[in-house]
């Protein structure tokens, strides 16, 4: 039995994320399990672009990715669904960041789309392919 299910959407797409949060919520609601969703803010800490920004402005971005991705999971799953989902918002790597989510809620199924348009028939997205290769839990992709 599937205890949490962890679905990685990309905010910055919510038209193509909808079809992904709503599998997400279907597997979940099916197996009973608490459903987590994240996304993550890149980190341009380590980049030369990072020189250019401050801490400040990787909080402020942080923060306004959690008020998007709550309206977002609002939006598709409406407010009863709503009010039972983690929202996560993570600095970092993509792929990184949902391996290190998924550990730390002990998921048991990663749910994420997967974003090359296209090429969909032929590829997984890098992020898609690195979960699915690295993860400890099963992954489920929606094309």
Same mark, same amino acid.
């Given at each position: /039995?599937? @205890?949490?299910?962890?679905?990685?959407?990309?905010?910055?797409?919510? =038209? =193509?994320? &909808?079809?992904?949060? @709503? /599998?997400?919520?279907?597997?979940?609601?099916? =197996?009973?399990? @608490?459903?987590?969703?994240?996304?993550?803010?890149?980190?341009?800490?380590?980049?030369?672009?990072?020189?250019?920004?401050?801490? #400040?402005?990787?909080?402020?971005?942080?923060?306004?990715?959690?008020?998007?991705?709550?309206?977002? *999971?609002?939006? &598709?799953?409406?407010? =009863?669904?709503? *009010?039972? %989902?983690? #929202?996560?918002? !993570? %600095?970092?790597? &993509?792929?990184?960041? %949902?391996?290190?989510?998924?550990?730390? !809620?002990?998921?048991?199924?990663?749910?994420?789309?997967? #974003?090359?348009?296209?090429?969909?028939?032929?590829?997984?997205?890098?992020?898609?392919?690195?979960?699915?290769?690295? !993860?400890?839990? !099963?992954?489920? *992709?929606?094309?």
């Amino acid at each position: /039995m599937t @205890q949490t299910v962890l679905c990685a959407i990309d905010i910055n797409r919510p =038209e =193509e994320e &909808v079809k992904v949060l @709503q /599998m997400a919520s279907k597997l979940a609601e099916l =197996e009973g399990a @608490q459903l987590d969703v994240i996304t993550v803010v890149p980190d341009f800490g380590a980049t030369i672009v990072g020189a250019y920004f401050k801490d #400040h402005d990787v909080k402020t971005a942080k923060d306004s990715a959690a008020k998007v991705l709550k309206t977002v *999971v609002n939006n &598709v799953l409406g407010d =009863e669904v709503d *009010v039972k %989902v983690r #929202h996560l918002v !993570s %600095v970092g790597t &993509v792929y990184e960041e %949902v391996l290190r989510a998924a550990k730390v !809620s002990g998921a048991d199924l990663i749910v994420l789309g997967a #974003h090359r348009p296209d090429f969909k028939d032929y590829l997984l997205g890098p992020n898609a392919a690195r979960v699915v290769r690295h !993860s400890n839990c !099963s992954v489920y *992709v929606v094309r």
